[in-house]
């Protein structure tokens, strides 16, 4: 079956500007997380969505980040004004929950951001 | 204090050798489950094995297995006959509670060098 996708694969773009981010999670899986890793370090987690609504955003670094989820599927993950330090692999990672024990989380592939 | 703390930055492991990467863990929820996940260069995250706090056993996947000591919370990850293909970045990770929509509290990973 299908893996978590992510959108777009590499993003460039200027200091200043607003980039989306987008994830499509595995079909059925209610649990959606965003990390971020910075090159050679572990991940940082951004926010998780729990259905559509999102009760833990306490990773997200500033107010410049946003993120929301529709019909309990796709989410997107804007970052206003975007800054040099904003440089680095955003993942996302969907996950089963309830009845299941391990309720591992499956990863996308990742969407590269160079903030120049 | 870091709740995940891998000590090894980098790992070196001739082919068919056995290897184990090591993972502390700091928590004071009685309930909590233990990841390790491998990161090729190719950038996904790919779920390889999970540690329940109350699993009587240690926890095995085939080549892999989980040597898991509550009293030193410690649950290092062992990867028997070594093959060129675990070459790749290694993380522990952690998630507290029982819920299930808890996120994964990551370290800063182990890479993994395997030598023909």
């Given at each position: 079956?299908?893996?978590?996708?992510?959108?777009?694969?590499?993003?460039?773009?200027?200091?200043?500007?607003?980039?989306?981010?987008?994830?499509?999670?595995?079909?059925?899986?209610?649990?959606?997380?965003?990390?971020?890793q910075?090159?050679g370090?572990g991940?940082?987690?951004?926010?998780?969505?729990?259905?559509?609504?999102?009760?833990?955003?306490?990773?997200?670094?500033?107010?410049?980040?946003?993120?929301?989820?529709?019909?309990?599927?796709?989410?997107?993950?804007?970052?206003?004004?975007?800054?040099?330090?904003?440089?680095?692999?955003?993942?996302?990672?969907?996950?089963?929950?309830?009845?299941?024990?391990?309720?591992?989380?499956?990863?996308?592939?990742?969407?590269?951001?160079?903030?120049? | 204090?870091?709740?995940?703390?891998q000590?090894q930055p980098g790992m070196f492991v001739q082919e068919k050798e056995a290897v184990t990467l090591d993972?502390?863990?700091?928590?004071?929820?009685?309930?909590?489950?233990?990841?390790w996940y491998k990161q090729p260069s190719s950038g996904e995250m790919i779920f390889l094995i999970?540690?329940?706090?109350?699993?009587?056993?240690?926890?095995?996947e085939g080549r892999y297995?989980?040597?898991?000591?509550?009293?030193?919370?410690?649950?290092?990850l062992v990867i028997s006959a070594s093959q060129l293909g675990d070459s790749a970045m290694y993380f522990c990770?952690?998630?507290?509670?029982?819920?299930?929509?808890?996120?994964?509290?990551?370290g800063k990973g182990t890479m993994l060098l395997v030598s023909p």
């Amino acid at each position: 079956g299908a893996g978590v996708s992510q959108s777009p694969s590499n993003k460039v773009t200027e200091k200043g500007k607003d980039v989306e981010l987008r994830c499509d999670p595995i079909s059925g899986h209610t649990a959606l997380y965003w990390y971020r890793q910075s090159l050679g370090q572990g991940l940082e987690f951004l926010i998780y969505f729990q259905g559509n609504s999102a009760p833990d955003k306490s990773g997200l670094p500033s107010d410049r980040f946003s993120a929301e989820r529709t019909g309990g599927s796709v989410s997107t993950l804007t970052i206003q004004r975007t800054q040099q330090e904003d440089s680095a692999v955003y993942l996302c990672a969907s996950s089963l929950v309830g009845g299941q024990v391990i309720n591992e989380q499956y990863f996308g592939p990742g969407t590269r951001l160079t903030v120049t | 204090a870091q709740k995940i703390t891998q000590t090894q930055p980098g790992m070196f492991v001739q082919e068919k050798e056995a290897v184990t990467l090591d993972c502390t863990y700091d928590t004071s929820d009685p309930s909590y489950g233990l990841f390790w996940y491998k990161q090729p260069s190719s950038g996904e995250m790919i779920f390889l094995i999970y540690q329940g706090s109350y699993d009587q056993q240690n926890a095995t996947e085939g080549r892999y297995s989980l040597n898991f000591q509550k009293a030193r919370k410690s649950a290092n990850l062992v990867i028997s006959a070594s093959q060129l293909g675990d070459s790749a970045m290694y993380f522990c990770a952690m998630r507290e509670g029982n819920s299930g929509y808890s996120t994964l509290t990551f370290g800063k990973g182990t890479m993994l060098l395997v030598s023909p």
